[in-house]
């Protein structure tokens, strides 16, 4: 190969491998890190960028010189060198690629057997999905139950997750972990969090007509600010006695909101049919709280009697 | 006629021997009127089955339309739409012992617009069938994706309803893949690969026309189910989502077995063709790498495809006999299905991808006027990406909650077939080093899909590195993959394949300035479509949802405009097509200088391909090689000598 060439090729290069790594330096590609587990994702994330600037400037430096060094006015009808190929570069094109795999894969395995490992001992969140909610449980601190996921800072979290009826899947973009919820099996998730914080808690897995609200907070506390929200928790009346008041609105707002518009309550799902205009017979409202149907949901396990009651109450009340 | 080996069919110039079929009544002789009524009798037949075993059993009620549809809409009907087009018959024939012509060849050729319409057993015809049909899907699919995005321009919802938005994409994907890329290329290749290895036409003529015509049931099956709601839990369909959708769900497993066993009779013809009908002289190590490309990825399909169709028989099953595959409540087991449908599915992405690594290795080796670099490794990366490609499908299940040790080592492998793909990819590229480079459309589609393809399977390789993965899965990083992959790979290469041998296949030539602008459009609005998408996908959109955060909002917007440009620019190829085909200049045999036979016969071909059967005496690339060729016609006889034979 002539020496203008290689300068050509690799001035090309360089400048191809400039752009890319300005975009991928300057553009803000991932989302906060707030977990450990994030920081060897980034890590792997940064080097397999590199490594696929690095082949991708090399592609593209060959095909535009090749574009326009080779190119031909059309009624050129002469024929090419009659190249047919060369053992050596064959061979260095399929053993660079190889080493760079092979780092890659390395890496990947180290980082992901840190992020399955908690560090320490690990506080147990039990992550109940189902259509279209989130529930998150507390075994190990008196049951307690949430809708948003509160966690402390800097300790690991076991996050031990279940379906209730499809597939789901729990992601906190900013902890970068990931995993399904599947029912009939049981699967676990290390998150340490290291930022407090307000974070998004999506499902990513299609769960049906609900999927994109299937959403709530993942909220990352100091560790003192946490034990004083579980021991609130612990003390608050986690099942109001029956026939105490239940805020009837903030359990609809919580459980059915969602998918459900109610001006009243300032909620404007779209899943489900708008309850504005409804005329509803108690008994009709009930029996589809406790048993679903239409795809939606049953809540009978879910609430209690006196819950029940104070959502047929507040939703029909005002016509019975 | 020159010497013909023994495993080659005899080559028959004119029409069968033997007594002319006896003239039946118009409405029993093989058509459109004969599937009409037949379409409908089948259906009253499976009905009166259903009917007839209920009131047996004594369930109630006696009529129940689930199992009505199943077995008499999507089962019986297709049958008799088949029977009655005129796909058995002779087989029929036979079976009764009726008189039958084994060199029976009225069903080939087309010399008027309605021999398209019919079972036509012409590879030929069979081919251009498979491409427009293909084609008119393509524009469904595409539709649709321009409805999806219409839908996401803002974060809200603003058109459909969540669940006709859910079967807005599935069935976008469904159609796309199996209604357009997958059969596209065997559509392609039906066309050019009996002429490519100079065979008269494909092994099993019948059996190719019969493929072709179960591909048009399947694409109304997916058409349908808007009318018959259920097809929303996506193209993968997993259960338990799939078994809880509305009834309408088993137009898509249906559809998908339609569709399969099409796939599958039709891998069987290439492989028995390219096995045992080579010209004289094409050894394996003689043959262009389209045919190598069709070799490996039939044997994909052959041995890929029954898995695919398996799981969504369970899935029916699940549904419609109440057994319990995948039901956890009933011990069925979910992610199983999702190990059954992968171990189609991904190899399914090289059933979308290799016959393009093919179209491009023919395109770029003819306008570099070069041999194509390190013909013998390009042909052996086909062969591994092959088998390595049945051990990776679990590398779509990382955060599935499977096994937790099956992850590392189906990474390795995943990343391994970049190995492959990279040799492939600076293949071409040293294709192009020191050679005569034209940019007639082909060529440019063939380079847009090396440097398209190039960023999807980078993009590949990240999402191989697992932490990677367990961050992007499902958002929209990996809509950005699959379409760098599927569009920029699979749909520029069939673009290329298309412009390619369009002059062989209608014996018309393109508008080329059409064609570029064609090109150009679709690459730079295909770009603005989905590079944006890796943003967003990492920054933490989900895929498949039809609301969204209001931070991705903007970024939506944009990729939404560039998408209607995308949509708008596939009408340029629709005009240039037809009006081409139409009213274009006449077709030279050879326009692009190619070596390989199926220049060497007219545009386009006479109807039995070659009048003699053509000598293979070198390499199907030895552009630049002084008095090198591929393979002659009779000696010295050029293809330019040859007349045109088709107004037989």
């Not at chain 1, 450990?36 to 090399?58: H, P």
């Not at chain 1, 570069?89 to 057997?113: D, F, G, H, M, R």
Request: proline letters at 6%; hydrophobic letters at 50%; glycine letters at 8%.
């Amino acid at each position: 190969m002539r020496r203008g060439a290689i300068v050509a090729l690799v001035s090309i290069a360089l400048v191809v491998a400039a752009v890319t790594t300005a975009i991928a330096y300057f553009v803000d590609w991932l989302p906060e890190q707030a977990s450990e587990e994030r920081q060897g994702i980034d890590l792997v994330f940064w080097v397999t960028v590199a490594i696929c600037i690095f082949f991708f400037a090399i592609v593209a430096s060959v095909s535009i010189y090749a574009a326009v060094k080779f190119r031909v006015r059309p009624d050129d009808e002469s024929d090419g060198a009659p190249i047919h190929g060369h053992t050596g570069i064959e061979i260095v094109w399929t053993l660079v690629p190889t080493i760079c795999v092979v780092v890659i894969a390395v890496l990947s395995a180290i980082v992901l057997a840190q992020n399955d490992k908690p560090k320490g001992d690990p506080l147990r969140v039990d992550v109940l999905a189902q259509q279209f909610a989130w529930q998150f449980t507390y075994p190990e601190e008196g049951e307690v139950r949430a809708t948003n996921l509160y966690l402390p800072v800097d300790r690991s979290t076991r996050l031990v997750i279940s379906a209730r009826d499809v597939l789901h899947s729990f992601w906190v973009p900013e902890f970068g972990q990931k995993q399904d919820a599947v029912p009939g099996i049981v699967t676990t998730l290390i998150v340490t969090p290291t930022k407090t914080g307000d974070y998004r808690l999506i499902c990513t897995e299609l769960c049906g007509q609900g999927h994109a609200l299937m959403r709530t907070r993942a909220i990352v506390l100091s560790q003192p600010e946490f034990a004083r929200w579980l021991r609130e928790q612990q003390q608050g009346p986690a099942e109001p006695p029956p026939g105490g008041e239940v805020d009837a609105q903030g359990t609809f707002v919580q459980t059915c909101g969602g998918c459900h518009e109610l001006e009243q309550a300032g909620t404007s799902g779209q899943i489900g049919p708008s309850l504005n205009e409804l005329a509803l017979d108690p008994a009709d409202v009930e029996e589809q709280i406790r048993k679903g149907g239409g795809g939606m949901p049953a809540f009978e396990n879910d609430l209690s009697e006196a819950q029940i009651e104070a959502l047929v109450q507040y939703l029909v009340g005002d016509d019975a | 006629m020159s010497h013909v080996t023994g495993t080659s069919v005899h080559v028959e110039t004119g029409h069968g021997h033997g007594p002319p079929p006896r003239a039946r009544h118009w409405a029993l002789r093989a058509g459109w009127v004969r599937a009409a009524w037949m379409t409908g009798f089948f259906f009253l037949l499976g009905l009166g089955i259903v009917v007839f075993f209920r009131w047996l059993g004594g369930y109630d009620p006696t009529l129940d339309w689930e199992p009505v549809i199943v077995v008499a809409g999507l089962t019986m009907a297709p049958l008799g739409f088949l029977a009655g087009l005129g796909g058995f018959d002779y087989w029929v024939s036979y079976a009764l012992g009726s008189p039958t012509r084994p060199e029976d060849h009225s069903g080939h050729g087309a010399y008027t617009w309605r021999d398209y319409f019919r079972v036509n057993t012409d590879h030929k015809v069979i081919g251009i069938q498979y491409v427009s049909s293909t084609v008119f899907f393509f524009l469904a699919g595409g539709l649709m994706a321009m409805l999806v995005r219409a839908e996401l321009a803002r974060p809200e919802t603003e058109f459909f309803d969540t669940q006709t938005y859910n079967e807005l994409f599935s069935v976008h994907a469904s159609l796309m893949i199996f209604l357009f890329i997958i059969p596209a290329f065997a559509g392609l290749a039906n066309y050019v690969l009996p002429l490519m290895i100079g065979a008269p036409d494909m092994a099993f003529p019948r059996l190719n026309a019969l493929s072709f015509w179960l591909l048009p049931i399947a694409g109304i099956m997916l058409l349908a189910s808007f009318f018959f709601p259920g097809v929303g839990a996506g193209w993968t369909n997993y259960p338990p989502l799939s078994t809880e959708q509305p009834f309408g769900n088993v137009f898509f497993s249906m559809a998908v077995q339609w569709a399969g066993a099409s796939s599958i009779m039709t891998a069987l013809n290439f492989l028995v063709t390219i096995i045992t009908m080579r010209a004289p002289g094409m050894t394996f190590w003689r043959m262009p790498l389209l045919v190598w490309a069709n070799f490996t990825t039939s044997l994909l399909v052959v041995i890929a495809t029954p898995f695919i169709a398996g799981s969504q028989f369970f899935v029916m099953f699940d549904k419609v006999m109440h057994t319990n595959f995948f039901d956890p409540g009933e011990n069925g087991y979910a992610l199983g299905y999702q190990h059954i449908f992968w171990f189609y599915s991904h190899p399914a992405v090289y059933i979308m991808m290799l016959p393009g690594f093919g179209i491009a290795s023919e395109v770029i080796s003819t306008f570099s006027r070069k041999p194509i670099f390190g013909y013998r490794l390009m042909a052996l990366s086909l062969m591994a990406i092959l088998v390595l490609g049945f051990s990776v499908w679990a590398h779509h299940m990382f955060v599935s909650g499977m096994a937790t040790y099956l992850r590392v080592p189906m990474m390795v492998t995943t990343l391994l077939i970049a190995i492959p793909t990279g040799i492939k990819v600076f293949s071409w590229l040293a294709t192009l080093w020191e050679g005569r480079l034209h940019f007639s459309a082909p060529m440019l589609w063939a380079l847009g899909f090396v440097s398209m393809f190039v960023i999807g399977g980078l993009s590949g390789v990240m999402l191989g590195a697992v932490p990677i993965d367990i961050h992007v899965s499902d958002t929209y990083f990996i809509v950005a993959h699959i379409h760098y992959v599927l569009l920029g790979g699979s749909l520029f290469t069939i673009f290329a394949g298309i412009y390619y041998w369009f002059p062989k296949m209608t014996g018309r030539m393109y508008n080329e300035r059409l064609a570029k602008i064609h090109f150009w459009l679709t690459l730079v609005s295909f770009n603005a479509t989905f590079f944006p998408m890796h943003l967003i996908g990492v920054q933490g959109m989900p895929r498949r949802v039809a609301t969204y955060e209001p931070q991705f909002g903007d970024w939506n917007l944009f990729i939404s405009l560039s998408s209607f440009v995308l949509g708008a620019s596939f009408m340029i190829f629709v005009y240039n097509v037809i009006v081409s085909w139409k009213s274009g200049p006449p077709a030279p045999a050879n326009p692009w200088r190619g070596m390989t036979i199926e220049w060497l016969v007219s545009s386009p071909p006479p109807v039995f391909n070659f009048d003699e059967v053509p000598q293979v005496v070198g390499n199907p690339y030895e552009y630049g090689v002084k008095g090198a060729r591929h393979a002659i016609l009779n000696g010295d006889r050029a293809a330019a000598e040859l007349e045109p034979v088709r107004s037989t």
